[in-house]
Every structure is written in C-alpha cells, then in structure tokens.
C-alpha cells in the first residue's frame, strides 16, 4: 500500500491547536509533531523529539471533508470521530491536500473487504508480548473441571458432550456442550431443531456450592401452531433436577477468591445473618409453582433481612427470556417464539424489559450526539442531550435483570434458563454479568479473560456483525455532497400506501426453511429475522465461487450498518458499574476495561475478528493472528487494582462471596468517553418520589382482559409507576420494572397476557393460534381506515392527497403499530 506525508497541517482536539505533519500508512494515521514548551519556560538544550499520534483505520466511525475553494480563504478539513470517542479535526493549508487524505483514508478504511487484510494479520509484536500466548489461557475443558465437571465426576448431574465437535450439530455453538447426564446425544439431535439455529440449553455456570446452575439458549421455535418439542422439554426438566438430592458444599475456612471453587466455599449452616446466603424463612410459605410478578419484584428488591433463615428451602427454578412479553408472543407469527410454560412444569418465565440492539445503537448514537463537538471545542457535554439518550436506563435494566439471576441462584438455590432471540447478545450480557456477581474468581484478570472467552467468543457473540470492523461508505461523507443528497431524498416522491404493504409483506411472508438460514426483510418491518450472513454477493455476471476451503478471513463481505450494535460495549459499562460500586473486590482496573473497548475496534489481534468459534477455528486464527490477551498480560501490573483485596469470607460482611448490583447507583462512565467524572456526572436536584410498590399489575402495565391486544408502553417509554427514582447520586435515573411478565403453568401476568387465569384453564396465555387469529383480524378489519390515516387519496376525490397530511401525522397504522411492536433484536 501507498504511504504519503502531508506537511502543514493542524490537528484540533479538545480545543487545543498542534502544527505537524500527517501521514497515511496502510494499517494507521499517523499525525506528528512538536510539542510546544509551556509559556515562560526556558528553551531546551536538546530539540525536542516529535510525538506522535495513531489512529486505527477500524475505529473510525465517521469522516467529514468539508472541501473549501481558494477564493473563501478558509481552510480545508477533515473531521474524525472514533469509537473510542475520540474526535479529530485536521485543517490543511489547500483543498487539493484535503481531498488527497480523505480519498487514502477512505480507501484503507472501508474498500479492503476481507478480513485477513486488517493489521491483525501483519501484526508480530516485540518483546514480552512476543513471548506469551493468549490463546491458551483458555480450554473449555480445564474450565469446566474448575466448576467441577470432567468425565471422572458424573456425581453433580451434568457431562461434556461432543455432538458439536465439527461444529455441524449448531456451526455457532462451541465444539463441548455441557449436559445433564441423563440426556443422551441422540436427545440431543431430536432436541436441537425446536431451538433457533440449534442453540439448544447448554450449561455454562454450576454454583460450586448448591450445585444449581446458569445455562443458556437461543429462543425455541413453537410458532402459531403452537409446536411442542418433547425432547427439548426433558433437556429442560434434566437441567432443573440436576441438583435433586444434592447436599451443599462445606468450608469452614475463608480462602482467596482466585482459589479453586472446593477451596473457596463456606459452611452454609454455620453462615451468619450478616452472609449473603439468605433465603425462604418459612418452606410452606411459598408456592414455588404459582409464583407472580410481585413475587420476583419483591425478591429483586428486597435486601436480606437480619434474622436467620432457611438456604435453599425453596426452589424457584426460573426461564429468562430477556425480550419484552408482546416482542416475544408476537414472534409466534414467523414461526418462533418462548416456552408454552405448561409443558414445562415446576418453573417460571420472567420476560424482561431490556431493549433490541436498534434502540441501543440510537442510543449510543445520541450520547455520541452530546459529545460530538469534542474536536475544536473544551465545552462539557450536552447534559439535555445525554438524558435524553436514555444510556443510563439502559446499563440499570440490565443490572436489574442480572440482580435477578444471582438472587435466584445464589439465594433461592435454584437454577436459570436464560435466552433472548438467537441467544447471542442480551443473553451474553446476562450470563457474564450473573457469573461475575456469583464467582469471586471471574473478578480477577485471568476469571475475567476466561469469562470473555467462555461466554462470549466460544458461546458465539457477533463481533464481527456487531461490531463493523470493515467499515462503510456511509461513514465518510462530503460535507457539500452530503446536503445535496439529503436534499434529493426529501424532494424524491413517498408512498405511504406502497410502504405500508411492504411492511406487511416483510412481517408475514417470509420463509422459515430451516433453523440455519432465517432471512428476514430490513430493520423498518421488524429486524427480528434478519439475515447473519455479511458475505458480498457476486457481481453481474460473475461465476459462482466453488472454492470450500477459505475461511471467514478471506470471504469478500460488506458491513450492515444497520446491524451494529454496542453489545460488548454495554457489558463492559456495567461491569465498570459493578466495579465502582464494589471499589476492592476486582482485580483488574477501570482502565482495562476502557482499553479493551479499544482493542475491540483496533483489529490490531485477531480475538475479536469472528462471530463465533467455528470461524476462528477454519480461518486459523491462533496460528495466524495474535490474542489481545498477549497485550494485558504482558503489561498486567498496569491494569491491576492495587487495592484489591482478594478475601472471600462470608462471615465477614463486604468480604462475601456474591456481589449484587446496587439499585440506584448507575453512572456515567466518563473516562471511556474520553471526559472527567465532573463533566458527566453532575448532581442533579431531588426527583419526584415515586411508589415501587407492584402489586397493582393490571393498572400499571395497562394489559387488557383478553391479553391479545397491545397497546402498551414499549420497553424503554415512561412508566406510569416507576420502580425506583434516586435523587441522591449523579443524574438520577427512573427506573422501570425490569419484570414486564411472568408466566408459570397455570397462570400469567404482564403485558401481552392475562392478569389471572380462569379457573379450569391450565395457561392464561392465549393459544398461539388465537393470537394469530386475533392479530390477523385486527389488521384486516383496520387496513382500510389505516390507509385512510396514512393520508392517501381514494378515486372518489379526484383531488390531491396532500391534504390529509395533518391526519397522517397524527395517526400510524396498525401495519406500523406492530413493526413498531416486532423491533427486536435484528439477526
């Protein structure tokens, strides 16, 4: 690749001014310069040596040239930001220079195409760094032997099978799944079609201590029809009853927390009231199959009380599914959907309000919005803006639905099924943060790292759909351009009739053919199922390739934009929140975290550079790339807390073995946006109280008798009963039931289902057909008064339709009320 220099140029960052040299290299931007000696301060007797500063081409997220001619006598710019966000600003002396940077960064950022082209695979590191291996620090085998299970110890109920070993049985699952003993693998094969993409119920955390466990699934696939797969419902049940009989480990000596899990237990009937092992007071006094949504509130936001009680006399074995009720029961229409809960006896589901990767993007996308002038300006944030982002809630919903996993674990001594849509992204979140909070040695760097491994790369998280690493066109714009263009769509002709039947089109024709290949229709009619594949198709006329032997390296592929999503992003957030609240229990420091966002944009290692292990595994990536684990332990003592303490005594209040995210307490995280806690985080004047009292269900979530219609707040809307409002810390946020439904084998709450089921019926859910039904004919008996909302002129008017705008902009169709209700998280 061509390397240029451009001289006089002028770098603006944070409304400081630096003259230097810019030069493009094939893998980074280099800018150097000068330092300028602080005023009044002697000259040096040596020239200074010039810095530099390096931008990776991957982690730009946007790039402005605003082309100026000579007769302005302005200068000429460019403007990046990153994804670190960073921003940048390069003035040059001529337009011509201008264009000449922003047309090589242009290229090297976005026209590669493949994989193996990104430094990752050029990049041979010196020194210490050289000499380690990252990628064996971790083996799925040496993991599961350290929460107890290996081919020797069949006592604890589960096994390591290895019908995934090619990786054909689910190409994104690991190549050892972890099942009950009692499951066979030909189980197993007549198990994994009922799920999305075979992601079947895997196990990926056992308690050391009661033995109960975290597994994880993509969401089952019952459809209108209301399917019912046998197999998967014995995988599930087995899951469940894998610590029947189990007696709890005992240690009557505190160890440190990065000991094995046999070395780092207490005796739980010797624990005192002040121990976070807390549970049932009276076994009679609870019905664990006809537990409600106030049931699992009251346990969320209960703090345990001071008098003794009974550890795990009541098991509440629970279903996570991480979408909110009406997402879920509407994806029954295209063939998915979650547990019908009566064919799974003695559980609970809980639906939770987290949102889908497009609200988290647009998000991220608006605190970006706050801080976007960071290049030529010093100025604070927006702090308008950044509320209205909504950033915060989102980090606190996920907290809350992790709260709820540990309490069920680690205090109701009972065991999570957790999934969302194809169980990659919320569910990845969910399961590591649960762990963190569980495992005192997932708080320390090496739990951490085998943490990330584990249940994010092995468990086949999408870095490289989420993440973009390849970048877009749409990411560099021409300032002049730009608005002509946008001009052009605005004055271009829109149907509203043609849009809403393409919606539809997109909502209730689309092909299940098979669980590997759901191709679903774009963002604006659902993004549910949306197809995972980002290989670029072959141009016109050109022949098919039949080469089989390449790797996701070198596959031509093109970047979705609108399937990007900062998952890993928002893990990383909350962990850094868990942290701040429990400043001495982590072993690792803020500061690598915030580096390792970074390294997830760089492509500097090849770690983060797949979807899953299967392709990691067929491209070679450990023998052609190096792990990004090689950087941190070769610099650990810089990303170690000095003031760690690693004691795990549960007789010692602060020192036990489980954490439990703090309500209330959710903040900015101002060093990963490159500001000061000061600037971000500003004390905000008393909110209005709120009552977190539940118990008034129906009128809170505002559910119809039938259960079938939805006209309720999405996740994400102001709720008219908040749970919880903190005016004591930094920009308090409104918090909303995380809880939006619950469903046991005889009854239901939440949005989307019936608040209590008639006597006699076994489910107070509507059927899977029924709802069909019910969803079909409300369309149907609307399409007429929705085209007329949408403002469209019939024949009889023989006039312009444009004067039904005023009705257009008031009201939606019901086409788009459901899209609108469908916005899940894209696949």
Same mark, same amino acid.
């Given at each position: 690749?061509?390397?240029?220099?451009?001289?006089?140029?002028?770098?603006?960052?944070?409304?400081?001014?630096?003259?230097?040299?810019?030069? =493009?290299?094939?893998?980074?931007?280099?800018?150097?310069?000068?330092?300028? $000696?602080?005023?009044?301060?002697?000259?040096?007797? /040596?020239?200074?040596?010039?810095?530099?500063?390096? =931008?990776?081409?991957?982690?730009?997220?946007?790039?402005?040239?605003?082309?100026?001619?000579?007769?302005?006598?302005?200068?000429?710019?460019?403007?990046?930001?990153?994804?670190?966000?960073?921003?940048?600003?390069?003035?040059?002396?001529?337009?011509?220079?201008?264009?000449?940077?922003?047309?090589?960064?242009?290229?090297?950022?976005?026209?590669?195409?493949?994989?193996?082209?990104?430094?990752?695979?050029?990049?041979? $590191?010196?020194?210490?760094?050289?000499?380690?291996?990252?990628?064996?620090?971790?083996?799925?085998?040496?993991?599961?032997?350290?929460?107890?299970?290996?081919?020797?110890?069949?006592?604890?109920?589960?096994?390591?099978?290895?019908?995934?070993?090619?990786? /054909?049985?689910?190409?994104?699952?690991?190549?050892?799944?972890?099942?009950? !003993?009692?499951?066979? @693998?030909?189980?197993?094969?007549?198990?994994?079609?009922?799920?999305?993409?075979?992601?079947?119920?895997?196990?990926?955390?056992?308690?050391?201590?009661?033995?109960?466990?975290?597994?994880?699934?993509?969401?089952?696939?019952?459809?209108?029809?209301?399917?019912?797969?046998?197999?998967?419902?014995?995988?599930?049940?087995?899951?469940?009853? !894998? &610590?029947?009989?189990?007696?709890?480990?005992?240690?009557?000596?505190?160890?440190?927390?990065?000991?094995?899990?046999?070395?780092?237990?207490? &005796?739980?009937?010797?624990?005192?009231?002040?121990?976070?092992?807390?549970?049932?007071?009276?076994?009679?006094?609870?019905?664990?199959?006809?537990? !409600?949504?106030?049931?699992?509130?009251?346990?969320?936001?209960?703090?345990?009380?001071?008098?003794?009680?009974?550890?795990?006399?009541?098991?509440?074995?629970?279903?996570?599914?991480?979408? $909110?009720?009406? &997402?879920?029961?509407?994806?029954?229409?295209?063939?998915?959907?979650?547990?019908?809960?009566?064919?799974?006896?003695?559980?609970?589901?809980?639906?939770?309000?987290?949102?889908?990767?497009?609200?988290?993007?647009?998000?991220?996308?608006?605190?970006?919005?706050?801080?976007?002038?960071?290049?030529?300006?010093?100025?604070?944030?927006?702090?308008?803006?950044?509320?209205?982002?909504?950033?915060?809630?989102?980090?606190?919903?996920?907290?809350?639905?992790?709260?709820?996993?540990?309490?069920? =674990?680690?205090?109701?001594?009972?065991?999570?099924?957790?999934?969302?849509?194809?169980?990659?992204?919320?569910?990845?979140?969910?399961?590591?943060?649960?762990?963190?909070?569980?495992?005192?040695?997932?708080?320390?760097?090496?739990?951490?790292?085998?943490?990330?491994?584990?249940?994010?790369?092995?468990?086949?998280?999408?870095?490289?759909?989420?993440?973009?690493?390849?970048?877009?066109?749409?990411?560099?714009?021409?300032?002049?351009?730009?608005?002509?263009?946008?001009?052009?769509?605005?004055?271009?002709?829109?149907?509203?009739?043609?849009?809403?039947?393409?919606?539809?089109?997109?909502?209730? #024709?689309?092909?299940?053919?098979?669980?590997?290949?759901?191709?679903?229709?774009?963002?604006?009619?659902?993004?549910?199922?949306?197809?995972?594949?980002?290989?670029?198709?072959?141009?016109?006329?050109?022949?098919?390739?039949?080469?089989?032997?390449?790797?996701?390296?070198?596959?031509?592929?093109?970047?979705?934009?609108?399937?990007?999503?900062?998952?890993?992003?928002?893990?990383? @957030?909350?962990?850094?929140?868990?942290?701040?609240?429990?400043? #001495?229990?982590?072993?690792?420091?803020?500061?690598?975290?915030?580096?390792?966002?970074?390294?997830?944009?760089?492509?500097?290692?090849?770690?983060?550079?797949?979807?899953?292990?299967?392709?990691?595994?067929?491209?070679?990536?450990?023998?052609?790339?190096?792990?990004?684990?090689?950087?941190?332990?070769?610099?650990?003592?810089?990303?170690?807390?000095?003031?760690?303490?690693?004691?795990?005594?549960?007789?010692?209040?602060?020192?036990?073995?489980?954490?439990?995210?703090?309500?209330?307490?959710?903040?900015?995280?101002?060093?990963?946006?490159?500001?000061?806690?000061?600037?971000?985080?500003?004390?905000?004047?008393?909110?209005?109280?709120?009552?977190?009292?539940?118990?008034?269900?129906?009128?809170?979530?505002?559910?119809?008798?039938?259960?079938?219609? !939805?006209?309720?707040?999405?996740?994400?809307?102001?709720?008219?009963? $908040?749970? &919880?409002?903190?005016?004591?810390?930094?920009?308090?946020?409104?918090?909303?039931?995380?809880?939006?439904?619950?469903?046991?084998?005889?009854?239901?709450?939440?949005?989307?289902?019936?608040?209590?089921?008639?006597?006699?019926?076994?489910?107070?859910?509507?059927?899977?057909?029924?709802?069909?039904?019910?969803?079909?004919?409300?369309?149907?008996?609307?399409?007429?008064?929705?085209?007329?909302?949408?403002?469209?002129?019939?024949?009889?008017?023989?006039?312009?339709?444009?004067?039904?705008?005023?009705?257009?902009?008031?009201?939606?169709?019901?086409?788009?009320?459901?899209?609108?209700?469908?916005?899940?998280?894209?696949?």
């Amino acid at each position: 690749m061509e390397r240029i220099q451009i001289d006089d140029v002028t770098l603006f960052r944070r409304g400081d001014k630096y003259e230097g040299a810019l030069h =493009i290299t094939p893998h980074h931007i280099v800018f150097s310069y000068l330092p300028v $000696p602080p005023a009044g301060s002697s000259p040096p007797s /040596k020239a200074p040596r010039p810095k530099e500063l390096w =931008i990776a081409y991957p982690i730009i997220s946007q790039c402005v040239l605003r082309p100026t001619p000579p007769a302005s006598r302005e200068e000429s710019y460019i403007r990046i930001r990153c994804r670190d966000f960073t921003y940048f600003a390069f003035n040059f002396r001529t337009e011509p220079k201008a264009r000449k940077a922003y047309d090589h960064i242009r290229a090297n950022t976005c026209k590669i195409h493949r994989l193996d082209r990104l430094l990752a695979f050029t990049y041979q $590191p010196k020194g210490p760094e050289g000499q380690i291996n990252g990628w064996q620090i971790y083996d799925a085998r040496r993991e599961w032997k350290r929460l107890g299970i290996s081919p020797k110890d069949t006592e604890k109920g589960w096994r390591i099978s290895e019908i995934n070993k090619d990786y /054909k049985y689910s190409p994104t699952y690991p190549a050892l799944l972890v099942v009950p !003993t009692k499951v066979s @693998d030909s189980t197993l094969r007549y198990a994994g079609p009922y799920r999305s993409r075979s992601r079947i119920p895997a196990l990926v955390y056992r308690h050391p201590i009661n033995n109960c466990s975290i597994t994880r699934s993509s969401q089952p696939m019952p459809g209108i029809q209301g399917k019912r797969n046998p197999q998967d419902e014995r995988l599930v049940s087995s899951i469940f009853n !894998t &610590n029947s009989g189990w007696r709890t480990s005992k240690a009557a000596t505190p160890n440190p927390a990065g000991s094995s899990p046999d070395l780092s237990v207490v &005796n739980l009937n010797e624990a005192t009231a002040n121990s976070s092992f807390t549970g049932v007071e009276d076994v009679e006094s609870v019905d664990a199959g006809k537990a !409600t949504m106030d049931d699992l509130m009251e346990s969320l936001d209960s703090e345990p009380d001071l008098g003794p009680k009974v550890y795990g006399a009541q098991q509440r074995n629970l279903i996570v599914d991480a979408r $909110p009720t009406v &997402n879920a029961m509407a994806m029954q229409v295209v063939g998915l959907g979650s547990e019908k809960m009566e064919y799974y006896p003695g559980a609970q589901k809980a639906y939770l309000g987290i949102d889908n990767i497009h609200v988290m993007r647009k998000s991220l996308d608006t605190v970006i919005d706050a801080l976007k002038d960071s290049d030529y300006t010093s100025l604070p944030p927006n702090q308008n803006i950044l509320i209205k982002s909504g950033w915060l809630k989102h980090i606190g919903n996920i907290l809350d639905g992790t709260e709820l996993i540990a309490r069920t =674990i680690g205090i109701m001594h009972s065991h999570v099924l957790i999934h969302c849509s194809d169980g990659w992204d919320r569910t990845s979140q969910l399961s590591a943060l649960s762990q963190i909070c569980l495992d005192p040695y997932y708080r320390t760097l090496e739990g951490f790292i085998v943490l990330v491994e584990k249940d994010w790369l092995s468990f086949g998280h999408m870095f490289r759909h989420r993440s973009g690493f390849l970048s877009s066109d749409k990411w560099f714009q021409i300032e002049n351009e730009r608005i002509e263009r946008k001009n052009d769509e605005q004055d271009g002709p829109s149907n509203p009739f043609e849009n809403a039947l393409r919606g539809a089109r997109g909502l209730f #024709n689309r092909k299940n053919e098979s669980n590997d290949s759901l191709v679903g229709a774009t963002e604006a009619n659902g993004g549910e199922l949306q197809t995972v594949t980002d290989v670029a198709p072959p141009a016109d006329g050109a022949p098919k390739s039949t080469v089989t032997t390449i790797g996701a390296a070198e596959e031509h592929r093109v970047t979705k934009v609108n399937e990007l999503s900062p998952v890993f992003h928002q893990f990383l @957030d909350a962990t850094y929140q868990l942290m701040h609240q429990y400043p #001495n229990r982590f072993e690792f420091s803020e500061r690598f975290l915030r580096r390792l966002l970074y390294h997830l944009y760089s492509c500097q290692y090849g770690t983060f550079l797949f979807d899953n292990e299967k392709e990691r595994f067929e491209s070679r990536a450990a023998q052609r790339t190096r792990s990004v684990w090689d950087y941190f332990l070769s610099r650990k003592q810089e990303f170690i807390d000095p003031e760690y303490d690693s004691t795990v005594d549960d007789s010692i209040r602060g020192k036990e073995r489980i954490i439990f995210p703090k309500k209330g307490q959710v903040r900015w995280w101002a060093e990963v946006f490159g500001r000061q806690d000061k600037e971000m985080n500003i004390p905000i004047g008393p909110q209005p109280s709120f009552s977190s009292q539940t118990s008034n269900l129906s009128g809170m979530l505002n559910s119809p008798p039938n259960g079938r219609s !939805t006209p309720v707040p999405r996740s994400g809307a102001t709720s008219p009963i $908040p749970r &919880n409002s903190t005016s004591n810390a930094p920009n308090p946020v409104v918090e909303e039931p995380i809880v939006t439904g619950v469903e046991t084998a005889d009854q239901a709450e939440g949005a989307g289902t019936t608040v209590r089921a008639e006597p006699g019926r076994s489910s107070g859910l509507p059927g899977a057909a029924a709802f069909a039904q019910d969803l079909g004919q409300n369309l149907s008996q609307n399409l007429v008064a929705g085209i007329k909302n949408l403002g469209i002129a019939t024949s009889s008017n023989n006039g312009d339709s444009r004067g039904a705008s005023p009705v257009r902009a008031r009201s939606k169709s019901p086409i788009g009320q459901v899209r609108q209700e469908m916005e899940v998280e894209m696949q």
